[in-house]
Every structure is written in structure tokens, then in C-alpha cells.
């Protein structure tokens, strides 16, 4: 189960997703209805990312920050976490996070290679494709390049830890 929050914090890390708070998370209890069966814990498959991807930001000022690098810098390193590093203390940076636990379990290390092992050309492409869908509230082109802006920066900031 370590593995799969390891893999859920990546993923919000590669999001930019700020609202992983407790009641985002899941639990899923498989068997034990009767004696004598195991009781098997697993965590939920990610939901509620609603906070990710630039999502406060509107469309007709999406060019304010496609191409501006110091915007980039300063939104992917102010991500963080909900989870603290002390009961009252800072929250976790998304990198910061997952440098930590890469440090404290190198296997870690591997999963995060395969995990970010993903082409950029085809989170492009998919976003593309979300273009031609004839939606009330439509995803322009300039919001899929802004999306994948920030997917691969997140990456980029990410792959830093292999190093």
C-alpha cells in the first residue's frame, strides 16, 4: 500500500494538485466477510483532482504564461502537499516529498523512473485530442499547451531526483 501513496504523490506532484487533504484519500477493504478469510487493505484509485493543472487560471490569460519561464519556476516549486512534516509544522513541497521518500526508500527511486518513463509528445497529443470535443465550456489549444506546460515541468522538476 506505501507504493501505491508513493505512486498517488507522484502523480499529484505531476499534476500540480494541491488538494490531496484527508477526505481525498480512500481505503478499500477487500474479503474477511466471514471467518477465516483474509482482510486484504487497499488504497483508492486517485479521485477528486480538481485543484490541478492550472485550473484557476482562464483561457484568454493562458498567454500571460505560456513560454514565461519564471512564472514556471516559481508555480512548480510552490506546489505542495497537504501532508505536514510535523503535526503543526510546513507542509510538504511536491518535490520535497517525494525527494524524501526516495532518500528513505531507494527502491522508491526505481518507481519514480518508471512512473515518469512517459513521452511527453503523447500527453501532448492526448490533450489535443480533448480539443475536438464539442463541449458547452470548450479545451482550447492554448489550454492544452499550458497543460502540458506544467505536466512537463512537473516532470522535469521530478526526473531532477534521479540524478
Not at 10 to 35: Q, Y
Not at 43 to 52: E, H, Q, R, V
Not at 98 to 104: F, Y
Not at 110 to 120: G, P
Request: charged letters at 30%.
Amino acid at each position: 500500500m506505501l507504493q501505491k501513496a508513493f505512486r498517488l504523490f507522484v502523480f499529484d506532484a505531476l499534476i500540480a494538485n494541491t488538494d490531496r487533504h484527508h477526505e481525498n484519500w480512500g481505503i478499500i477493504l477487500k474479503g474477511a466477510r466471514s471467518k477465516g478469510q483474509e482482510l486484504i487493505l487497499d488504497l483508492s484509485p486517485a479521485f477528486d483532482n480538481g485543484t490541478s493543472l492550472g485550473y484557476n487560471f482562464i483561457d484568454n490569460k493562458l498567454s500571460n504564461y505560456i513560454g514565461n519561464k519564471t512564472w514556471l519556476d516559481k508555480y512548480v516549486e510552490k506546489g505542495t502537499h497537504h501532508l505536514r512534516k510535523e503535526a503543526e509544522g510546513d507542509k510538504y513541497k511536491h518535490v520535497e516529498l517525494i525527494v524524501e521518500m526516495t532518500e528513505t526508500n531507494l527502491e522508491y527511486k526505481d518507481l519514480l523512473s518508471q512512473i515518469l518513463s512517459f513521452n511527453m509528445d503523447d500527453v501532448k497529443e492526448m490533450l489535443h485530442e480533448l480539443i475536438k470535443f464539442d463541449i458547452s465550456v470548450p479545451f482550447i489549444e492554448k489550454r492544452a499547451d499550458f497543460t502540458a506546460m506544467i505536466i512537463g515541468a512537473k516532470k522535469k522538476a521530478l526526473s531532477r531526483i534521479l540524478d
